[in-house]
């Protein structure tokens, strides 16, 4: 009987072992594959950002934005804006869109700063009136 009972001990703590080891095992490997799938968080470049600008109007002339993004140069430009960067479209323009001739050089401002906030993954907190003179 002492046998046994020494054998079911030992095959507890071996078990039990044995089952931390794996639970340390899990969570290495949670945290591991977690930083190698995550992307890397940098500014993004105005280069990066001419390049997605041209794919946008290129959706657009492919008419995958619909016609109304056809329509004129400035819905065109509201489009390839909301395309490039819809959070920070519609927190910047999409109560007061673009219009025929409009030259907004804050809103211009903040939509970038707004791009470079999200590129980072931070918070779009603070960005609209950020740049008002």
Known sequence: M?????LLLNSSSSSSSSSSSFVVFLICNLLLSHAVIAKPHH???DTEVRQKKNECY???E?????WK???SMIAKENC???CLA????????????L???EKDLVRSQEFKYCMHKLSLGESLEGIKGSFEY
């Open 58 to 60: 290129a959706d657009i």
């Open 2 to 6: 002492a046998t046994k009972k020494h």
């Open 62 to 66: 492919r008419g995958l934005w619909g």
């Open 80 to 82: 390839a804006l909301h």
């Open 43 to 45: 500014p993004i470049s």
């Open 69 to 71: 993004c056809k329509s």
């Open 86 to 97: 819809p959070p920070c479209y519609e927190l910047i323009y999409a109560s007061d869109p």
């Open 99 to 101: 219009e025929e001739g």
